[in-house]
T-cell receptor, first 115, second 113 residues
Framework: DAGVTQSPTHLIKTRGQQVTLRCSPK?????VSWYQQALGQGPQFIFQ???????QRGNFPDRFSGHQFPNYSSELNVNALLLGDSALYLC??????????????FGPGTRLTVL | DAKTTQPNSMESNEEEPVHLPCNHS???????IHWYRQLPSQGPEYVIH???SNVNNRMASLAIAEDRKSSTLILHRATLRDAAVYYC??????????????FGGGTRLMVKP
């Protein structure tokens, strides 16, 4: 079992550019959540995808969008990058049917640096 | 979501027990208590969770106060590999809620050899 995988590992962009991050969930999982973790802080929830639809969204602007594919993999897109978007972006997968006590499995993250 | 309060950091000696406290005085009756930890340069990983009774698994034990306003994560014998940030998280049992995790600042555990 490969677990949750994310690509790329690191990325450097400039202000105003657009970026796409990718995530493959753990085998058998159908739900993908994305988190942003600034340096020295805990992860902050961006949104969650289940059955190819956004099920829940955190307090992030519309510049942050996502997609889930039929094979449950997911993309996070960020438009018009700002310096403040520099962070570690974490993907987590879980089983959507078990909402209350399910375990979320995290990938290693993508480190995004905006210059 | 109800808020949790944890110490910013704690120190422990290798092979000694560690008790990581978490206060959640506004917890509701339907909130589960979850613990995750984040090792350096890795994503968070699940440790343990509980509702009312104390829980044990291969990684740790979770002791929940009778009034549920606080809990303690217990590592029975700390190793250097247990050095991480430990997050105490409340998750509401709600049919309409997604299963997002709301992280606070966590407790940075340092383990001395």
């Amino acid at each position: 079992d490969a677990g949750v995988t994310q690509s790329p590992t690191h990325l450097i962009k400039t202000r105003g550019q657009q970026v796409t991050l990718r995530c493959s969930p753990k085998s058998g999982h159908d739900t993908v959540s994305w988190y942003q973790q600034a340096l020295g802080q805990g992860p902050q929830f961006i949104f969650q995808y289940y059955e190819e639809e956004e099920r829940q969204r955190g307090n992030f602007p519309d510049r942050f969008s996502g997609h889930q594919f039929p094979n449950y993999s997911s993309e996070l897109n960020v438009n018009a990058l700002l310096l403040g978007d520099s962070a570690l972006y974490l993907c987590a997968s879980s089983l959507g049917q078990s909402r209350f006590t399910d375990t979320q499995y995290f990938g290693p993250g993508t480190r995004l640096t905006v210059l | 979501d109800a808020k949790t309060t944890q110490p910013n950091s704690m120190e422990s000696n290798e092979e000694e027990p560690v008790h990581l406290p978490c206060n959640h005085s506004t917890i509701s009756g339907t909130d589960y208590i979850h613990w995750y930890r984040q090792l350096p340069s890795q994503g968070p990983e699940y440790v343990i969770h509980g509702l009312t009774s104390n829980v044990n698994n291969r990684m740790a034990s979770l002791a929940i106060a009778e009034d549920r306003k606080s809990s303690t994560l217990i590592l029975h014998r700390a190793t250097l590999r247990d050095a991480a940030v430990y997050y105490c998280i409340l998750r509401e049992l709600n049919n309409n809620a997604g299963n997002m995790l709301t992280f606070g600042g966590g407790t940075r555990l340092m383990v001395k050899p």
